[in-house]
Structure formats: C-alpha cells, structure tokens
C-alpha cells in the first residue's frame, strides 16, 4: 500500500471534482422517493443515495493541558478587564438569528477570514474532539493551524489556539485591544451590539490571519445557518453526530435541527458526514445537493473497520477516502471516539482532496499514526486523579451521556463508580441523568459557580425520580461533592475497582479539573 503523502500547498478548491452520477434526481419528488425508499435500512449508515456525488476512493475499500490565570499580576488584571469587557456583552445563551453583525465586522477588518482555508464543523457532539484530531493531523502534513473552539473547560484563552495550543494570555489581550475601536464602529451601526460570541469569533479570525495560518479549524458554537462562525467559507464542511440539545433554539427534532446545522455547507464544498439519523443524514444530503457539494458518508465512504481496548486508548483500522489505515493507536476511550477519528481522517483526505475523482492513495500512514497518537482531549473521559480513579467528562446531553457510559463500561473496570453531576438550565437533565443510571452505583448532584447552573434541590428532585432516594446525595459545593463521591467510592476498600466520574456540564468538569489537579 502507497504511504504517498500529499502536497500541502496544493489548493483543494483547485482540484477536479467528481462528475455527477447518471441517477442524479432531477427534482424533489425524485429526491423524496429516494429517501423513502431508504427507511427501511440501518439509520447508523446514513446511507441515502440523493443523487449528490461522493467522496468515493477508486482504489477500493498537540497540546495536553489547559491554561489557567497568568503568573503575572499585571497580566492577569489585563485579562480579567478583558474579560469583562466581553461579560458586559450579549451572553452565548442569547442569541440573535443574523450573521449581520459578524459580516459587519468583517467587513470592517478588511475580511480576514478569506485569507487562509478553513474546515468548519458542526453537530450536536464530538465536535470539540473532532476539531483538535483535525487541527493534529494537518501538523503532521506541516500546514500552520488555528483553532477555534467553545466553550472553554478553563480558561477563555482556550477558544482560540495557534499550532496546537491556546494562544498566550498576552496575545489573547492584544488580539482584543487590535479589534476594539472596530467593535464601537460597528456596534454603532446596528439595532444590537456584538455579541460575546461574535466578538470572540472575529477575535479568532483576525488572530489566524495575523499569525497567518494555513488553515482555520473551525467549531460552531450553536446551530450553523446564523451562527457567527458561518461567515467563513469552509471548503469543507464536517457534521458530526445530530441529536437534541438546544431544542428551545434549533428545534425540537434531528431533522430540524439538521436544517441549521447544514447551513455551513457551501457551494462546492466536501461535506463529511458522521453517522446520523436518517431524519438528519436526508437534510443534509438535500442541502449538498441544492449547492453542488459532494459528499463522503460515514459507513460508505469512510468509516471504523475495527477496534480494539488497548492500555491507555484503543487500536483502531479506519478506512478513509484513500484506502486502509491499520494500526491506528488512539489516547482516548471509547467507540464515540473511534467515531471522531474516522470524521477527522475523513476530513483532512477530503480537504487534500483525495477521492475527487482520481485513483485515490492514503495519506502517509506514519503521519497519520503520530498524529492520531498525540491527540488529547482534556475534559473528554480524562483521568484526573487515581485512588481511587476520578474521571472528568463533559457530557451535557443525552446523546453525549450515552456515548460515555458506553465507554466508561468498555474500557474501565468499575465494580462501585459514583457519579458527581452538576448541570446547566436548559438542558435534558433527566435525559442526562438516564443515560448514566446503569453505570452509576449512586449519584451525588451538585451545582458549579455558573449563574445557569440548574438548582441543586432542583436537581435532586429530578435525580431521585430516575435512581431512587437511596442512591442520591446532596452536596450544594461541587467541593464537597468530590470529597463525598471520594469517600463512597472507598468504602469497603475498594480501591482498585472503585471510580468516581464527574460530569453534567464543560464548566462542572472545568472547576473540578482546577480542584483535582492543582490548577496545572
């Protein structure tokens, strides 16, 4: 098998694409028949053949931690004042639907996100995980990288990385006081003013094009269609796994909620899409063909060939556009993250172009192996301490709680495992709380620092409907709450088959992760 390595100058966009297939529908009620047709089949395939051209292959089937407040006093108030400068602002939790102030204030910085490209990517969850193999695999092709990602488990800074790792505290400060008379500007301009979302955003793209980077890997922050994000132009587009969370602004259904999030696939663009729901995997495949995008499905084109629990990860076979990858070791746990690493590999032949037409190679398969093996995902499964072990993760909905229950089970061998939950208003709480009843012996809820967090009485209610009063404990510090689950899971001197796992919310695993590890 060829290790031929692609040259990372070449231009995507400036690769052939593939020719329409001879059974392209001409209209919706042909559209409409295909995907009836395909009810029957396995919805995890995804698999609808909407008549938009696919990735298909001829050839057959960085940084570890976070950043925390700065040493330096004088930094660290210069931070906070920008900090609060960007609290003052419209929250992430309110949202106006309109892209009109971001592309205001692009327009103003002169559009610095048309200076690099950039793979966008949207979902319910993954997404996070995903950006950061995306962001490795393209170092180890030696192309620059900027990340954009929310939200941020500890710091802020967290959100915008260069290379691999979230920018200094320093270039964090400078990159807001760089756009901060263009913000006044434009906030003049329109019936609201930007929000922290949007400022944040034109912060990232402003910063990837000063750096400059060759590509911008970039997270949504909701939906896709309105988000601030969508002012760039991925050439391509990654949907990860669709499900319900932000009902109350997205919709109520996959299938809604697929109609925002497949707003940033543009005209001409490679779409790699993650398993799905047929519901959602028909929207996005009715939007690649409205727009001429051509499309690489996992379980067709790409996809997990097998898996195996090894110390410290798994040992995966993925097959991607150019062929067969074996041998792949991964860091993290779990099939959810096989799963990302099978969008990730995906993404990145798609954005060299391999599968556009033409015999189609790997990518070089040594690249591809250090890079997968460096991939770290803090606040995903993470470790954070051991006797007993503590496990952080950041699931927050129930889509997301299942998939970690699953690989909590697989990979660890819990005989006793306490869960410490803390979760955020407006979320499924009681979804949440289902997904993990199987695997936890009992269930201290808690609450963290935020002003959204959800009532720990509140909480308690809910919590004892699902696992029953005598398996639920109260502690209102998330302190406290550790210290608790600490001492249950102890008890019998259990030690080496006892667990704890804190979870609920990005900002319950963020404060625990400063409790657990010191602040490194």
């Known amino acids: 098998m060829s290790d031929a390595q692609?040259?990372?100058?070449?231009?995507?966009?400036?690769?052939?694409?593939?020719?329409?297939?001879?059974?392209?529908?001409?209209?919706?009620?042909?559209?409409?028949?295909?995907?009836?047709?395909?009810?029957?089949?396995?919805?995890?395939?995804?698999?609808?053949?909407?008549?938009?051209?696919?990735?298909?292959?001829?050839?057959?089937?960085?940084?570890?931690?976070?950043?925390?407040?700065?040493?330096?006093?004088?930094?660290?108030?210069?931070?906070?004042?920008?900090?609060?400068?960007?609290l003052a602002r419209w929250p992430e939790t309110k949202l106006d639907p309109s892209t009109a102030r971001m592309t205001a204030l692009m327009d103003v910085l002169g559009d610095p996100q048309r200076s690099y490209q950039a793979i966008h990517i949207t979902g319910t969850n993954g997404k996070t995980t995903t950006a950061r193999m995306i962001e490795a695999l393209l170092a180890g092709f030696d192309l620059r990288t900027g990340r954009y990602s929310s939200p941020h488990v500890q710091s802020i800074t967290e959100r915008i990385s260069l290379d691999g790792a979230p920018i200094a505290a320093e270039r964090f400060v400078e990159a807001y006081r760089d756009i901060q008379p263009y913000l006044d500007l434009v906030d003049a301009g329109q019936e609201h003013r930007l929000s922290f979302f949007e400022v944040l955003t034109g912060m990232a793209y402003a910063a990837f094009a000063d750096a400059p980077v060759d590509v911008a890997v970039v997270e949504v922050g909701m939906g896709g269609s309105w988000d601030a994000t969508n002012v760039i132009d991925g050439s391509v587009a990654v949907l990860t796994p669709i499900s319900l969370d932000h009902t109350d602004r997205l919709g109520t259904s996959p299938e809604r909620i697929a109609v925002e999030k497949s707003g940033i696939v543009k005209p001409g663009a490679r779409v790699v899409l993650a398993q799905q729901q047929i519901e959602a995997a028909s929207v996005v495949l009715r939007r690649a063909v409205e727009v001429d995008a051509t499309v690489a499905r996992e379980g067709m084109e790409f996809g997990v060939l097998s898996r195996e629990v090894a110390v410290g990860g798994q040992l995966l076979t993925l097959r991607g556009l150019?062929?067969?990858?074996?041998?792949?070791?991964?860091?993290?746990?779990?099939?959810?993250?096989?799963?990302?690493?099978?969008?990730?590999?995906?993404?990145?032949?798609?954005?060299?172009?391999?599968?556009?037409?033409?015999?189609?190679?790997?990518?070089?398969?040594?690249?591809?192996?250090?890079?997968?093996?460096?991939?770290?995902?803090?606040?995903?499964?993470?470790?954070?301490?051991?006797?007993?072990?503590?496990?952080?993760?950041?699931?927050?909905?129930?889509?997301?709680?299942?998939?970690?229950?699953?690989?909590?089970?697989?990979?660890?061998?819990?005989?006793?495992?306490?869960?410490?939950?803390?979760?955020?208003?407006?979320?499924?709480?009681?979804?949440?709380?289902?997904?993990?009843?199987?695997?936890?012996?009992?269930?201290?809820?808690?609450?963290?620092?935020?002003?959204?967090?959800?009532?720990?009485d509140e909480l308690a209610a809910v919590a004892v409907e699902v696992f029953g009063a005598e398996r639920v404990q109260v502690e209102p510090r998330l302190d406290d709450a550790i210290e608790a689950a600490v001492a249950l899971a102890e008890e019998e001197h259990e030690y080496a088959a006892a667990g704890v796992l804190v979870t609920g919310s990005v900002i319950t695993v963020g404060e625990a992760r400063l409790l657990l590890r010191g602040g490194r």
């Open 322 to 456: 150019g062929g067969e990858y074996p041998e792949v070791f991964l860091p993290l746990h779990g099939a959810h993250m096989a799963h990302n690493a099978a969008v990730a590999l995906a993404a990145v032949e798609a954005f060299f172009g391999v599968g556009d037409g033409r015999p189609a190679q790997p990518l070089d398969q040594d690249v591809v192996r250090a890079a997968f093996a460096s991939v770290s995902s803090p606040g995903r499964l993470e470790v954070v301490r051991s006797s007993p072990t503590v496990l952080v993760d950041a699931a927050h909905n129930p889509g997301g709680a299942l998939a970690t229950a699953d690989a909590v089970t697989e990979a660890f061998g819990f005989s006793r495992l306490i869960g410490v939950v803390g979760a955020t208003r407006g979320k499924d709480v009681r979804g949440l709380l289902e997904a993990f009843e199987p695997i936890f012996t009992e269930v201290v809820v808690t609450r963290n620092t935020s002003s959204r967090a959800v009532d720990v």
């Open 6 to 86: 692609p040259d990372p100058g070449q231009e995507p966009e400036d690769l052939p694409g593939i020719p329409p297939t001879d059974d392209e529908p001409s209209d919706d009620g042909e559209f409409e028949q295909i995907v009836s047709a395909e009810r029957d089949r396995d919805p995890d395939l995804a698999v609808i053949e909407a008549g938009s051209r696919t990735l298909r292959a001829q050839a057959g089937p960085p940084g570890g931690d976070l950043p925390t407040r700065p040493e330096d006093p004088e930094l660290d108030r210069a931070l906070a004042e920008v900090e609060k400068e960007l």
